[in-house]
């Protein structure tokens, strides 16, 4: 049996580095008294998984992990448990049981939705963003752990619109194309004509495709 | 914006933003205005290091038992962030409320090593806080306590108290007179005044006179008329560690930390009596936690912060008297639940196969054995009750039980040391190596690996050794040169040394006066700081900040002194007499040892303290 969990991401906590959420997570997960699953070898560890890496200094509405265990567990307790196990800014918003055959939620994940909030520059971002969605295609560079890479930032976007000052957009996220915010920010300011404008970004989901082609939350796919 | 959000301004802009976000488990958040005295706990280091610090987790754990009191953490900004802050003008900050140093009430400070205190003054400047005692009308008292303190001269000019020995039941005596002293509205230094009395373990540099020999020694140092300071103060010192306060939740840091697990203080103090050792003089007598208490304490720190690693600390841990049972009790209860039990500063004598049996049951590290000396002769000058055999059977055993890691640690620059004793290290290292070869092969680990690691020796105060001049820079040169040549000889073994220049600067300032904090002062000036990182150690600045303040560095670190000589520390009481000192100094100018006073007390002056060595 699988838990998978869906929490948030708030306040300071958005400058836990991924690495260190791992450890972190670990280390909650021990003082639950939930029957984890351990991996075998010379240091187990709890097997659990992390879906779609967050940026340090971003927020978010909608994390995933998931971890393994031996037996069951009810649902109340699982929630319970590891709300207690986690500070207020990483709370805990559902849990879900999934079968050990159930494919990863890392795998699942596609897209992801963020709300991005620019510090100013709004009526330039606003209209750079019209201009963006009109166009077929923009190139831009994704920094790599080999260097940088030519992506069309255009293509990997799949929606983007402007709101009362916030840019709610969902981009493309697997192993081989992936937009994150700060790409597609100096994107805009670049069509912009301006500086890049600092901003906070908060993903508000991860999303897969179903068997149908219906495009739904990790947590929400039945395959 | 308030000053949390211009902090988070600059996290983009730091490596690991997580040594400044606060907020992690189990820190303390208390509502300011239901608190009567705010506390900051400087460590003067990264939060790494500073978080790996036991006496930190203690005090912090007993200060936060109290309604009345808050206290939170504070680290010295890694030199990236420092330099943003001062450019944002952002001040320092604590960890938990971001709160401005400056306005809290009480300032502690850990003394962990004398190359900590450029941090020291770098962290008042960052803080806004005057360096001088003598210049501050409000803000914190700046209170300096830790091993460093029972030589507080160098540092006496920035303080307004430095608290000696245990610090349990003192901090809780500075949170009580602070109150008093603030409901009675007396002026700053009637709060100095009254800690002399009331707080143990107190001193106060502002209230001594100090007067010089023409030669440049110590006169006296004596308290001024009427200040009711005494002439010689006295440590403060917690009998019964069992029902002490010990931390029942521990903060649970996000990024790693150096000791990234529960530390668990067995017992304190030592009574080996090594003669080189600080640690093992002044913090005397040897006071042991109760097994059940052990126990307990770890059943509530694995299931409040879900660490998977207990370390057993003490200056000594082999000599915990219990030991076998402990460890096997910990191994028993903790082992379902993938809980590892380490043993750190392995003492080989104490060496227990059944114990390393126990310990390898979940873990099996590199062995650590420190001889110190390689001859038999400079062990005996030392007071490092080992023999040769004594190592070779420890080893032997660790090697025949799976073992194949062994460090062994050496010091560099003993009193008395000749070319001899450095030989005698390889020769240690060769049948070292021997015992492992001389094991079967189907029986042992394969992967040998012996480090050998030599620091050079400073002398510190408060010990036998606080008369003795550090060997200078040349001929430890050619020592460190001696012993990698012969040790390159050796398949399997690796030799790691420190540069001297650093162990040459904890010298002058382990045992300096007064007049050395007019250095500090010069080398901050000149962008000292963080001077035991080696990618910060700034010579020129520190050879400049001598040359300006026209001091010789040498009268400080390798100048012999003679036994009647009015040491700088010499009005600092830490536990042991300068008579034993004195004794001790002499046997070991005549390569005589002294038994540990467990078989038999040795009268190390320690009988004087009410209550200690019952």
Known sequence: MKLVYVYGKEGRMRFVSHLDLQRFLQRALNRTCLPIAFSKGFNPHPILSIAGALAMGYESDYEVFEVKIEGTVDKSTALETMKNALPEDMPIKQVIFRDDTFPSMMSLVKMADYEITPRDSLPELQSAASAFMRTESFMGLRKTKSGEKEIDVRKLCLKLEMQNGVILTRLMLTEQDTLKPDVLMHSLCTLAGIDDVSFRAKRTGLLGVDRYGAVKLITELQL | ?614
């Open chain 2, 1 to 614: 914006m308030n000053l949390s959000d211009r902090i988070d301004e600059l996290m983009p802009l730091v490596q690991k933003p997580s040594r400044y976000i606060g907020n992690e488990y189990n820190s303390v958040i208390k509502d300011p205005e239901k608190v009567d005295v705010r506390y900051a706990f400087l460590f003067p280091d990264v939060y790494e290091i500073g978080m790996s610090h036991l006496g930190m987790k203690i005090l912090y754990h007993t200060l936060n038992k109290r309604d009345d009191c808050w206290c939170e953490r504070v680290f010295t900004p890694w030199p990236d962030m420092m330099k943003l802050m001062e450019q944002n003008d952002v001040p320092l900050f604590s960890q938990e409320s971001r709160t401005p140093v400056k306005s809290f009430d009480l300032l502690g400070i850990t003394l962990m090593y004398e190359m900590s205190y450029t941090n020291i003054l770098k962290s008042l400047h960052l803080a806004g806080i005057p360096l001088y005692q003598k210049d501050r009308k409000d803000g914190p008292f700046v209170i300096c306590g830790g091993p460093c303190a029972f030589n507080p001269e160098p540092l006496a000019p920035f303080v307004d108290i430095f608290t000696l020995g245990d610090g349990e039941r003192s901090i809780h005596q500075f949170i009580d007179l602070f109150k008093s002293w603030k409901a009675s509205g007396a002026p700053r230094e009637e709060f100095l005044r009254r800690a002399v009395s009331e707080v143990e373990g107190s001193y106060v540099p502002s209230l001594y006179d100090l007067a010089y020999n023409p030669d440049g020694t110590v006169q006296s140092i004596k308290p001024k008329e009427g200040s009711g300071a005494p002439e010689l103060v006295f440590k403060a010192l917690v009998n019964d560690l069992t029902a002490a306060d010990y931390p029942e939740k521990l903060i649970v840091p996000f990024g790693e930390v150096v000791h990234d697990r529960i530390m668990l203080e067995i017992f304190r103090g030592c009574t080996r009596g090594c003669r080189f050792c600080q640690a093992g003089m002044i913090y005397r007598p040897v006071r042991e936690r109760s097994m059940d208490r052990l126990l307990e304490i770890a059943e509530k720190l694995v299931n409040a912060t879900g660490f998977d690693e207990i370390s057993l600390m003490s200056l000594s841990s082999g000599d915990y008297s219990c030991l076998p049972e402990l460890a096997h009790e910990m191994v028993e209860k903790f082992m379902a639940r993938r809980v590892k039990i380490s043993l750190p500063s392995q003492r080989i004598d104490a060496f227990l196969k059944d114990t390393l049996k126990e310990t390898q049951k979940v873990r099996k590290t590199a062995l650590t054995l420190a001889p110190e000396a390689g001859t038999q002769r400079l062990r005996d000058v030392i007071n490092k009750g080992v023999t040769e055999e004594d190592l070779m059977r420890a080893v032997t055993d660790a090697f025949s039980e799976g073992w194949s890691a062994v460090k062994l640690y050496f010091m560099i620059g003993l009193p008395t040391e000749t070319d001899e004793d450095i030989l005698g290290i390889a020769d240690l290292a060769t049948k070292v190596r021997r015992c492992y070869f001389s094991i079967p092969k189907e029986q042992r680990s394969p992967g040998l690996r012996i480090t050998v690691s030599a620091s050079v020796f400073v002398p510190k105060p408060h010990t036998p050794f606080q008369w003795c001049a550090q060997i200078d820079a040349e001929t430890i040169r050619h020592r460190q040169l001696l012993l990698k040549s012969e040790l390159d000889k050796l398949k399997g073994v690796d030799y790691k040394y420190h540069e001297m220049d650093v162990s040459y600067l904890e010298a002058v300032f382990a045992r300096g006066d007064r007049r050395v904090s007019e250095v500090l002062r010069l080398a901050v000036e000149n962008g000292c700081m963080f001077d035991s990182w080696t990618e910060f150690f700034n010579k020129a600045g520190w050879d400049k900040a001598f040359a300006d303040a026209g001091i010789d560095p040498g009268f400080y670190s390798s100048r012999e002194r003679s036994l009647d000589e009015v040491l700088p520390w010499s009005h600092i009481d830490c536990g042991v007499s300068l008579a034993y000192l004195k004794r001790e100094y002499q046997k070991a100018m005549r390569g005589e040892i002294t038994p540990d006073c467990r078989k038999g007390c040795q009268g190390c002056g320690m009988t004087r303290y009410e209550g200690a060595c019952r």
